[in-house]
Structures are given as C-alpha cells and as structure tokens.
C-alpha cells in the first residue's frame, strides 16, 4: 500500500561534519530533528519538499555556561531547557517560554533550533532571544558565521541562513536587569500565540513582541521612551505605532494591539 511517506527519503548523518557535506553536495535537503512542524505539515499534505537530513542523532544539544552568558546547543529541547539550572539561573524567561511550547510531549520532542529556523512570527522562544540579544551560530561545510538575531530574520518564515547551513548553536551574553516573558493564546496551554512578549529591565529597556508583525521584532523607539522615564502611557503610545498586528483566525488587530500596551505596563509595574 502506497501512503503520503512512501516518496520521501531520509538521510541520517552520523556526524556534523558529514551533515554539512551532505547539505552541501546531496541537496536540497531539509533538516529535521523534533519533527513538531514537519509531522503536521506532511500529514496534511502541505509540505513540497521530499528529501530531509535527520540531525537527531548528532551532539549538538549542549547547554553550557560562555562566560557569563549561555551557549544552547540547537538540538537542546524544551524539557532540558526547562530543567537546566544553568538556563533557570540566567535565562528564566527562556524557562517560562519553554513552559508555554505544546505539551509534555511536544516540550520532549522540539528543538529551540527547531523553533528558530522554523521562523514563525509566533514562536514562543523567539521574542526571548530577541530581548536577550542572542547570536545564532550558523554551520557549513566551508565555515561558520555568527549572525545577531535581529538580523537572522528577512520577512515571514524567511531568514538569512544558506541552504547549506544548519543552525548549530545560540549565543546569549549575560543579562542584566529583571526578565519578564508572557503569552497571550486561546488556552492555557497548547495554544498558538496570539500575543507572546520578552522583555528585559536593563538600563536600556529591551522588549521584544511575537504575533504583531511577519517575524518577531525588538521595540527600540517604545525601548528609548521607557528609558528616558517617559510615563507608561506614552510609551504604549509609542508602542502601538511600532506593531503592525493583523485580523486572522486567532484574534484581531485591534485586540492584539490593545494586549501588547496591557503587557508594557505589567511588565512595567512587575519589575519595578
């Protein structure tokens, strides 16, 4: 019996080096490891592509401490996100984000760099490390290039990364100032977001938005007004000029909207 698998092929790398090789020579190929997006996308019958690189079994799940900061290997899960002392110490919000992503079963399986490469603007880690400043480490056969996050995203599900590369790592520097991370969706829990927010209380404010635009995006003229010590009120001012939501099956624009300026403030007053 032929079934919607039976012309795919798979191609399973035993080393990094060997996966790069093969990005380079046998593609194109479609990396996977958790499957979250791809399994969903093949059973509806959405997914043209037919020949995919299965990374699963290749070490690239590290999470390790980079001075003060945080390496995470791309294969790191949400589970062991959720359970690593060094993330709850120095990345709580990335925690809390972990914490929102499916379920049990999904937060075993899904990769962070699944969820960056993936580039839906409503990723529930993406407005983290947008806030957090992260580096994504890109990997080639030929090279390896470190590309800011702000940077790594070129439209919706669009980003700056080769055919031939494959996201190894991310970087995230040492955070100053309180965190504050939270998600807006339907349910409590195995919702798309209809609002996600990261942010960070530094002397320079950083907050970053998910679901209110084509990728996740930082607020730097909402980020200059909280530091200049303009009252709240008008930096949700300035903040509901620099989102640009759409209506769509989850919510409105005028929710979404509304939302985000409720989030600035609690974010806010939480961290006072």
Known sequence: MRTALTSLSLLRPKTLPEALRMLRDEGPLVPIAGCTDVFVSLNFGTLPQKRFLDLLGLPLGRIAARGKGLSIGALATYTELIRSPLVRKRLPMLVAASREVGGAQIQNRGTIGGNVANASPAGDALPVLAAADATVVLASADAERRVAFGAFYT?????????????VAL??????GRQFFRKVGTRAAQAISKVVMA???DDVPRVALGSVAPTVIRLPRTEAALASGAAIADAQRTLATEIAPIDDLRSTAEYRRRVCENLLARFWKETA
Request: proline fraction near 14%; hydrophobic fraction near 35%; charge should be positive.
């Open 155 to 167: 439209g919706y599900r669009a980003t700056v990364m080769r055919p031939d590369e494959l996201i």
């Open 171 to 176: 970087e995230v520097p040492p955070q100053r």
């Open 199 to 201: 942010a960070v209380r």
